[in-house]
């Protein structure tokens, strides 16, 4: 049963079946258009944080770290209840669309990439904090250049934030509600064929997101090693 | 690097009853300093005696108990002092990039920028390496790469926190050359060593400090040959133990 199970799977990837791919292409734009919006987003926040000088600067890290555990399904909810008709913005209709999933997914990945970025750059800030001080630098020159000081090691930031959004299922699936060839990803894919019992389909899409991480992880390896290497 | 350094009048820098004591422990007790606005100016004494806090108070870095920084007459300018640390930073970046740093906050263009560094990365004789990565340069040419960095921003006063600690001879001559250059180019030196030699070959003049308080604060050579204070002869002979704090 696993094996023949397998080997289906396995076919379905050699003949490029148009479902899988379709699937696939979706899940990356859905992602990365998340990951994008995350890293805009979530690097500044987490930098603006390390550097800036603000009451309540000790309690708004701890919110940040807590949020990196938000569960998807509550961020689904909340997303649903401002997309609904009734919500506030319910009059774009973008509930159960490809852009409601990104939003979904951002919310997901802003938290764990601020709260990643916050760290790195704060290292970097209490290496660099006088010199740039002394050079008169001000709060966004400082942020800026220690979040270009840092863009080695804040991949590591995008990578987890592009893991996060690419394996998450309940957000997505109660904002985009698994439409077919309209909001089907691959997460929500494999729950719905593995339910269904079509696991040969299930299982590809199960090896791709696999392969992509994988792909993506040791891209990102590499080029850090490289970066190491060139700028010590 | 044409023309004297920017910055309105400044000096002569007047320092009064400077005080630092955090947490009660007295770091800097009643510094009293005058600076004129040119030459280069020696800060010697022990471990612990409050010379690096001084250069701190200057550059704005350090806010001490009590006591005052008169520049001219006025307050501390915006611009105009810049401090130069024993270890630079250095970011990941190349040579170039990291010269022009002291550049960002003036709002010059990209090409006004390269320029300039250029210019000074070939009077610290790193013009040749100024597309390599900035950590990979040796402890002196990171030093030089510091040093270049302040110069390009033209300051009227600029602190040297021990420049050439952990330099080799060779490496230690081409600091000193350097902030010779500076110098001539109208810059104001203060510098903190533990060199002697160094010392006598640069400075103009020197501030001996001990236990937080200046004691001296005489020409060089009469500084060597008839030091003033005791604590500077015993200083002079090797005998001024570290003071020990902890």
């Known amino acids: 049963m696993f094996a023949s199970t397998l080997t289906d799977a396995v076919r379905l990837l050699a003949t490029f079946d148009h479902r899988v791919a379709e699937i696939v292409g979706l899940s990356l734009q859905v992602s990365g258009g998340a990951v994008v919006l995350g890293t805009l987003i979530g690097l500044p926040l987490g930098a603006s944080i390390a550097v800036g000088r603000f009451p309540g600067k000790a309690g708004v890290s701890v919110l940040i770290n807590a949020l990196m555990g938000l569960p998807s399904v509550v961020v689904g909810v909340v997303v649903y209840l401002l997309l609904s008709r009734s919500g506030p913005f319910g009059a774009f209709g973008l509930l159960y669309t490809p852009l409601a999933m990104v939003a979904a997914q951002t919310l997901l990945v802003v938290p764990l990439m601020a709260a990643i970025a916050r760290q790195v750059v704060e290292d970097a800030w209490q290496r660099y904090a006088e010199e740039l001080q002394v050079m008169r630098f001000t709060w966004w020159q400082s942020v800026s250049t220690l979040l270009h000081d840092c863009r080695h090691s804040l991949l590591v930031a995008v990578l987890a934030g592009l893991g996060r959004a690419m394996s998450e299922v309940g957000a997505v699936m109660i904002v985009g509600g698994n439409i077919d060839r309209a909001t089907r990803v691959m997460t929500t894919a494999i729950a719905l064929e593995t339910s269904k019992g079509d696991l040969p389909l299930a299982i590809a899409l199960g090896i791709v997101l696999i392969v992509l991480i994988l792909a993506l992880n040791a891209v990102a390896f590499g080029l850090r090693h490289w970066a190491m290497r060139r700028y010590g | ?246």
Do not use: Y
């Open chain 2, 1 to 246: 690097m044409s023309g004297g350094p920017g910055g309105g009048a400044m000096f002569p820098i007047r320092v009064r009853g400077l005080r630092h004591a955090p947490n009660g422990r007295e770091l800097l007790s009643g510094v009293d300093l005058d600076l004129g606005d040119e030459g280069i100016t020696v800060l010697l004494g022990p471990n612990g005696a409050g010379k690096t806090l001084l250069l701190r108070a200057l550059c704005g870095l350090l806010v001490p108990c009590s006591g005052t920084l008169d520049w001219g007459g006025g307050a501390q300018p915006e611009r105009g002092v810049m401090m130069v640390f024993q270890k630079p930073m250095m970011l990941r970046a190349s040579v170039l990039a990291n010269a022009v740093l002291g550049l960002k906050p003036l709002g010059l263009s990209r090409h006004d920028c390269r320029s300039r560094g250029i210019a000074v990365l070939e009077r610290v004789g790193l013009a040749h390496r100024a597309h390599d990565s900035a950590r990979l340069l040796s402890g002196g040419e990171q030093q030089r790469l510091g040093l270049a960095r302040a110069w390009l921003t033209r300051p009227r006063l600029l602190l040297l926190d021990e420049p050439t600690a952990s330099l080799d001879p060779s490496a230690t001559a081409e600091v000193e050359r350097i902030v010779r250059e500076i110098r001539t180019d109208g810059t104001r030196i203060l510098m903190v060593t533990h060199n002697l030699g160094q010392a006598t070959r640069l400075a103009d003049d020197i501030v001996f400090m001990s236990g937080g308080r200046v004691h001296e604060h005489t020409p060089t050579r009469r500084f060597f040959s008839r030091p003033q204070s005791d604590e500077a002869r015993r200083f002079i002979q090797g005998e001024l133990p570290w003071r020990m704090s902890f």
